[in-house]
């Protein structure tokens, strides 16, 4: 499920792109007005598909009478070749969905199937994935909805759903333990701290702080901050975590690894729309 979006403004916003002039001037030369078309929608990729209601979304605004048959559903590990939706529905209306069906389902099931292959990574260790706040404005909600889809966890939504005390924050305040008593003091429950040194831990967990950001620490570092929380907290490794990383990381007992890429470079997977006379 994806909370807090609008799915009827995306599917308008989304479409007025395409629709700045008032129509689909090619479809409308092209084709005729009465022609009715079935399409299939397939993965040329082997995949984590996320993001067929949406896809859905944009041919049922333009033919309110399409009938779709969806093959699979989010969350579906699918291979190459699969047959995802069948539609039938007024040609022109397809033909105009299109792109913008396509570019969504294909950027969400990027994310989930890059995604699927961080947790496979970090499989029987424990720990958790999670993706970050690194997303593309305005896709936030779908972006974090993907990774769900792709097995990891959601990390903050926002600014206002925890606190995340980083690096800049502590120069401002003028140390950790500052900043943390700060955040205790204005009634926070949940503060993140980001720490970059192992000196960082015991003032960080002494002001208050509930959950440990181990930013940038090679594996050795990591282990010893491990066994310094000694449990009191939960702790996070991230910075520069590769797929080739993940594991080694994912070892040393953290609780989370948290994965900026997921929603910052993920490509975007191969998924096309043919069309055949109905």
């Known amino acids: 499920m994806i909370t807090d979006f609008d799915l009827d403004d995306f599917v308008t916003r989304t479409l007025h792109e ?5 129509a689909d001037v090619t479809s409308e030369a092209v084709i005729p007005a009465d022609t009715r078309f079935r399409a ?4 040329r990729d082997d995949a984590v598909i996320a993001g067929m209601a949406i ?15 969806r093959q699979v559903e989010d969350g579906a ?5 699969t047959d995802l939706l ?7 209306a397809m033909l105009t969905a299109e792109r913008s069906a396509l570019n969504t389902l294909q950027h969400l099931t990027g994310i989930a199937t890059m995604t699927r292959a961080y947790v496979d990574a970090i499989d029987g260790t424990g720990c958790i994935l999670l993706d970050t706040r690194k997303t593309i404005p305005g896709l936030r909600a779908l972006e974090k909805y993907a990774t769900r889809m792709g097995g990891a966890q959601n990390h903050r939504m926002g600014l206002w759903d925890a606190a995340m005390i980083k690096d800049n924050h502590v120069a401002v305040a003028g140390g950790v333990a500052t900043a943390v008593r700060r955040a205790v003091d204005a009634g926070i429950t949940d503060i993140i701290v980001e720490v970059d040194r192992l ?35 939960p702790t ?8 080739e990383t993940i594991r080694v990381k994912a070892v040393t007992g953290v609780t989370y690894i948290s994965v900026g890429r997921l929603t910052q ?3 975007a997977a191969d998924i096309g729309l043919d069309y055949a006379a109905a």
């Open 265 to 267: 470079s993920a490509p």
């Open 40 to 43: 299939v929608m397939d993965s």
């Open 55 to 69: 896809a859905e979304a944009f041919f049922r605004r333009l033919d309110p009478d399409v009938v779709l048959e």
């Open 199 to 233: 000196d960082q831990i015991r003032p960080a967990l002494d002001a208050g702080a509930t959950h440990l950001l181990l930013d940038n620490m090679d594996v050795p570092d990591l282990i010893e901050a491990v066994a310094l929380v000694d449990g009191r907290v």
């Open 18 to 22: 395409d629709l700045l002039g008032g």
């Open 86 to 92: 069948y539609l039938t529905g007024k040609a022109r």
């Open 77 to 81: 590990h699918v291979p190459a070749g």
């Open 236 to 243: 996070e490794a991230s910075g520069g975590v590769t797929l």
